[in-house]
């Protein structure tokens, strides 16, 4: 596992108490992040929704200096999935 999911899960915790749907977190060239009801955790199995970043893009998203909706409008940011769980999540981030 990288040291950005290492880093990426860390910070997620912190964001994201309780989920009560699944996603998954694909940081472009690192790995995954499952976002779940247990919490968050490196991990690549199936989930509601998946989303895709690059590192700059995913580490903007969580230190607030990117909006995650401008980054889905400018293709910085990848959805595949339940969209309404995608935006669930984009408000917990922001």
């Known amino acids: 596992m990288s040291k950005v999911v290492d880093a990426a ?6 964001k994201v108490q309780k989920f009560d749907s699944t ?3 694909v940081i472009t060239d690192e790995g995954a992040i499952i976002i779940d009801e247990n919490g968050v955790r490196a991990g690549d199995e199936e989930t509601d929704v998946t989303l895709t970043a690059s590192r ?7 230190d607030g200096s ?7 409008m400018t293709g910085k940011l990848k ?7 995608a935006m669930k999540l984009g408000a917990l981030l922001s």
């Open 79 to 85: 959805v595949e999935g339940a969209m309404g769980v």
């Open 23 to 25: 996603a998954k977190f």
């Open 56 to 62: 700059e893009t995913f580490e903007g998203i969580l």
């Open 9 to 14: 899960v860390e910070a997620l915790s912190k």
């Open 66 to 72: 990117v909006n995650p909706t401008m980054a889905f």
